[in-house]
């Protein structure tokens, strides 16, 4: 069965919790299919994962396009979902439909933007010209330098308000769905339960309709110091396939995330 908007809003509605993994070749987009994995993103991530390099702010436009292209080759049912790169989008909505355009030409079926409510317009303009829009919000990678790092965001009473009203906003805007990352359990389950956009959560808790991990970080092969997040599913498992089976079959029975890897 092909994944579409309507196939999240449904699970979402009924409880079924939605597994969303990075991907960024045609093999392993076949791979994390047949595993049952729903949503493939395509993230900007593959500057650090792929590229080596130490964020994800210089990963081109054409560099995404490209990825998208070798996802989509490889997916039949998952959804594809294409990450926005820094500076391709934040100009203007015009601007922002232009790059979001060339990502779904290239195969994806939804674009992912970072930024709060003041972003929403943006999200609007996208979504009344045919482009779903997944709005990621919390600790929003593309900010780093403005953060000062990669930190948990919503501690604060007044943080934690400004990252509902980003959500709130974004899903008034029509996006079909809101990722949350690194913020409080307890904010994202109060989100969750005030949209009704479907909400995928990384570091967000359990109580959010689904979870998304950085395939490597999942399979832990990247190097260096993992987030309290991550949990790495190859350690138990034979295989790949076991390792991300392993992993969907822990998002949807709730097993993950666990405790330890919430904040």
């Known amino acids: 069965m ?21 991907c960024y070749d045609a093999s392993f987009a076949t791979l994390l299919e ?33 990825h998208v292209r070798c ?51 943006t999200t609007r303009f996208l979504v009344e010209r045919g482009v779903p829009v997944c709005a990621h919000i ?8 403005t953060f000062g790092g ?6 604060s009473e007044e943080d934690a308000r400004r990252i509902v009203n980003d959500a709130k906003a974004h899903a008034a805007a029509g996006a079909s769905l809101v990722l949350m990352e690194c913020v409080p359990a307890e904010l994202a389950r109060e989100i ?18 689904g979870q998304v991990l950085v395939l490597h970080d999942m ?8 987030a309290r997040f991550v949990k790495d599913f190859m350690a138990e498992a034979g295989s ?8 969907v079959q822990a998002v949807k029975d709730k097993s993950f995330p666990a405790a330890e890897h919430t904040f």
Not at 219 to 226: D, M, N
């Open 71 to 121: 996802v989509a080759r490889g997916a039949k049912q998952a959804m594809v979902l294409g990450d926005m790169t820094f500076g391709a989008y934040q100009e203007s909505p015009q601007q922002a439909f232009a790059h979001a355009a060339r990502i779904i030409q290239a195969g994806a079926h939804m674009v992912k933007l970072e930024g709060g409510a003041y972003m929403a317009d």
């Open 34 to 66: 047949q595993a049952g994995v729903e949503i493939l993103l395509v993230g900007d991530s593959l500057g650090m994962v792929v590229q080596g390099i130490d964020s994800t702010l210089p990963v081109a436009e054409e560099e995404m396009l490209y």
């Open 2 to 22: 092909k994944i579409t908007v309507n196939t999240l809003q449904k699970m979402a509605q009924e409880g079924q919790k939605i597994a969303m993994l990075t």
């Open 240 to 247: 790949i396939q076991g390792a991300v089976q392993s992993y």
């Open 192 to 209: 969750t339960e005030s949209i009704s956009v479907p909400t995928i959560g990384i570091g967000a808790g359990v109580d959010v309709s």
């Open 219 to 226: 399979l832990g092969v990247y190097p260096g110091k993992k």
């Open 150 to 155: 990669y930190r948990v965001q919503g501690k």
């Open 138 to 145: 919390g600790l929003t990678p593309q900010f780093v330098n």
